[in-house]
């Protein structure tokens, strides 16, 4: 019982840090794919 009371509180202590990062513009953005495209157009 103690656990999932812990985790509980860890869940809603990341996402307020989460949220943070948001509303400030500090969280990341995934890794993007290459545009292949545009790659093969710049080298020609």
Known sequence: MKAIM???DIFFYSQEG???KIKN???EEP???EDRAAI???GN
């Open 18 to 20: 989460i949220e943070i």
């Open 25 to 27: 513009g500090w969280f």
């Open 31 to 33: 890794p993007q794919m």
């Open 40 to 42: 093969i157009k710049k």
């Open 6 to 8: 812990v985790s509980k």
